[in-house]
């Protein structure tokens, strides 16, 4: 979905925006200053910045760093699978891990994203602190489903997915400062309920028992949380917002445009029901998002110092 991180080089993976130490010394306060650094991760056919200028978290990273936090925006394959996009996340954790000299991470993914943290968290328990994913499909997308549903597989459908996907992929990448390989149906294939369903029992840590209740809060020494918001057409002047009105028409259930709440679920649930939808939950576009209503910043900030508040 819109919305998890590519390989890229050491110097690369400084925290977001870190060209002067906290911007001075400036800092307002500590509210956001968590022992470990915070990692961001984005979901399919997502990016860190295109042309050093559009941020994909638009203005929560420095929202983060304003109040004391260490940063870091990764960036995988905006078009893979699951276990592909999570091994070139853990790529880059482990150099984070190395530079930042924290020995664990606390990661936020979103949507896709939300499902290459838990690979990590899998298969390197030892480097993650906790893990937190937004508006993401562990149980599932019905959209996914659909499109699958409707490809022929290896027809002419599946291939113009495949080369339109990809080639979006490739220059999302180029415009970022990365090139990593594309594979759009594997990414779709990913995020259907079957697909889920089988990489659920590989990396299931935080999964809820039952359909739309709560997962654990720990396993493993890791913390576990989710948030989404279930409102896809916020804002009248934000274009996005049509088409993921279109797209939520898809789910039978309250949905962000693009993914179904209870499918959301992970962990501690700390809301699903934000008044936001797919892009809003990172303060997208450009931070249009709903009048009067909860500032994504502000859910990135408070769950910074619950992680504080934890010891995380």
Known sequence: MVAGCADTAPNDLAPAGEATENQDQGLTDAYTQTKYPIVLCHGMAGFDSLFGVVDYFHGIESSLKSGGAKVYVTQVPAFASTEARGEALLQQIEDIVAISGKGKVNLIGHSHGGLDVRYVATVRPD???????????HGGADLADMLRDNLTEGGFTEGVLSFFAGSLGTVLGLLSGSSNPQDAVSALESLTTEGTTAYNKTYGAGLPATWCGQGESMKNG?????????????NVLDSSDYALKLSGLVYDDANDGLVGRCSSHLGVVIRDDYKMNHLDEVNQLFGVTAILATNPKSVFRAHANRLKGLGL
């Open 222 to 234: 890791i913390r576990y949380f989710s948030w989404s918001g279930t409102d896809a057409f916020t």
């Open 127 to 137: 480097l993650v602190a906790s893990v937190t994913s937004v508006g993401s499909p």
